[in-house]
């Protein structure tokens, strides 16, 4: 059985990564900031599937001792990590980049960049020790160069984060542990819809390209999951939604109708 840790894995992509991976018979330790969080989740989950194979433990990915505590907790629960997943992080209103107060620059590079880091470090430094496993970055818009208006801060950390990836693709090599990166496409999940507060009618506009575009959770995390049991090399990318895809989906939206809201 595979044991697999997911940071910021209470609600969004990485609860879906968890309800697949035990529906695969995996044991999934999950992670949120909050012990009420993180104990609804792992309430909800452990009433769908095994309850001891469902492990909940509240840290910030952004205080190392808190991470390393959460690989200590996986590992004293299942005798080992197969698997980490990099999945914490935060978004923020669509906005110039100048408009974003301080504070929540601060915040989302810590959660999204720092909190890699100091997962990346705790894990590959366990994996090492204990001879084999591997390390998933959860990347995203800007992960590949893309601009778009209003999330240049977003954007950047998932620039940074793709940097991270193909680093310690390169620092691995020759050690049993392999890493790489998961792109899972437009999901729909508050990380998306939190963008549009307070601009109702950018909303509205904004739909109709999700509705070509993005997917539910439950649609894609089950396929996530099934290719990273499956993968053995180190340097993957997992792409969910590919240029070839993402064309189909334009040329058929006149034809197909998704709605994704309703």
């Not at 960049?113 to 496993?133: D, T």
Request: hydrophobic residues 40%.
């Amino acid at each position: 059985m595979k044991s697999v840790v997911i940071t910021g894995s209470t609600r969004g992509i990485g609860y879906g990564l968890a309800d697949a991976l035990l529906s695969l018979g995996c044991a999934v330790t999950i992670n949120g900031r909050t012990q009420a969080g993180v104990e609804r989740a792992r309430r909800e989950l452990s009433e769908k599937h095994r309850s001891e194979n469902v492990l909940g433990v509240a840290g910030n990915v952004i205080r190392f001792e808190e991470v390393e505590g959460l690989w200590n907790a996986a590992r004293s629960r299942f005798g080992k990590v197969d698997i980490w997943i990099n999945n914490a992080g935060i978004a923020h209103p669509q906005l110039s980049f100048w408009k974003h107060p301080p504070e929540r620059i601060k915040a989302v590079v810590e959660t999204n960049v720092l909190g890699a880091m100091n997962g990346a470090a705790v894990a590959l430094r366990g994996m090492i020790e204990q001879g084999f496993g591997a390390l998933y970055n959860v990347e995203g818009l800007g992960s590949s160069g893309r601009r778009v208006e209003g999330l240049t801060l977003y954007g950047t950390t998932k620039y940074g984060l793709r940097y991270l990836t193909d680093a310690l693709v390169e620092e691995t090599k020759g050690t049993p542990v392999l890493v790489g990166a998961l792109r899972p496409g437009m999901i729909i999940t508050d990380l998306i819809t939190q963008q549009f507060e307070g601009r109702p009618d950018d909303w509205e506009r904004a739909k109709r390209i999700f509705n070509i575009l993005a997917d539910r959770v439950e649609t894609v995390t089950p396929w996530l999951a099934r290719k990273i049991l499956a993968n053995e090399k180190s340097g993957v990318r997992i792409f969910w939604l590919t240029p070839a895809k993402m064309m189909g989906r334009f040329l058929l939206s006149p034809f197909r109708k998704r709605s994704l809201f309703s």
